[in-house]
């Protein structure tokens, strides 16, 4: 079973940073992508970012230029650096695993989530 636990959400100003991070126990990271979403009240889930094994990268067109996706040296953890943050970047953030073959966001499985506010 896998175990995906985000940290580093908070509050801060427009035009400001947050960096989120994900440890992710219980599976092997190197078979598997991993991502993030974001769900704000009364919208839709929305995919924010991957990256699968061999460090490749895709993100939702509203964060590109602003959102980072990383993975720790022990692949076993996942960042999302968040700049240049508007008001709309407001929602909880879930870190995800096991990206969709047609829609990468479309994702298997998830933690509790970290709310990131603007």
């Known amino acids: 079973h896998v175990q995906l636990v985000e940290s580093g959400g908070g509050s801060v100003q427009a035009g400001g940073s947050l960096r989120l991070s994900c440890a992710a126990s219980?599976?092997?990271?190197?078979?598997?992508?991993m991502g993030w979403f974001r769900q704000a009240p009364g919208k839709e889930r929305e995919g924010v970012a991957t990256?699968?094994?061999?460090?490749?990268?895709s993100y939702a067109d509203s964060v590109k230029g602003r959102f980072t996706i990383s993975q720790g040296s022990s692949k076993n953890t996942v960042y999302l650096q968040m700049n240049s943050l508007k008001p709309e970047d407001t929602a909880m953030y879930y870190c995800?695993?096991?990206?969709?073959?047609?829609?990468?966001?479309?994702?298997?499985?998830w933690g509790q989530g970290t709310q990131g506010t603007v």
């Open positions: 219980g599976y092997t990271y190197s078979s598997s992508c």
């Open positions: 990256i699968d094994s061999g460090g490749s990268t």
């Open positions: 995800a695993e096991g990206c969709g073959e047609n829609d990468v966001f479309d994702f298997e499985d």
